[in-house]
Nanobody, 116 residues
Framework: QAQLVESGGGLVQAGGSLRLSCAAS????????MGWYRQAPGKQRELVAS???????DYADSVRGRFTISRDNAKITVYLQMNSLKPEDTGIYLC??????????WGQGTQVTVSS
């Protein structure tokens, strides 16, 4: 079974940028949605950004205009460019892939910490 591996997290000052990557090890066919979620301490996991195979994207209101999701279908990789980071963006960022057959894959997550 394919696994998703995130990278690119770290510690950054407020106003800074990070670029997250999530790559699949193994083959996944029929990919539909690729997305990023965020798990902050004491809060529910929330959808940050998503991208469909049809080319549409969606963002949480809190990150719209600052974050950009992109994908490389040939490499089965999804990216999240995060600019103008704020302390409230701190959390574990996890990627998720959903196929047209509704099979779901999750990564283990990468920590993002934004200091004020």
């Amino acid at each position: 079974q394919a696994q998703l591996v995130e990278s690119g997290g770290g510690l950054v000052q407020a106003g800074g940028s990070l670029r997250l990557s999530c790559a699949a090890s193994g083959s996944i066919s029929g990919i539909n949605v690729m997305g990023w979620y965020r798990q902050a301490p004491g809060k529910q996991r929330e959808l940050v950004a998503s991208s469909t195979s049809g080319g549409s994207t969606d963002y949480a209101d809190s990150v719209r205009g600052r974050f950009t999701i992109s994908r490389d279908n040939a490499k089965i990789t999804v990216y999240l460019q995060m600019n103008s980071l704020k302390p409230e963006d701190t959390g574990i960022y996890l990627c998720k892939i959903i196929t047209h057959g509704r099979r779901t894959y999750w990564g283990q997550g990468t920590q993002v910490t934004v200091s004020s």
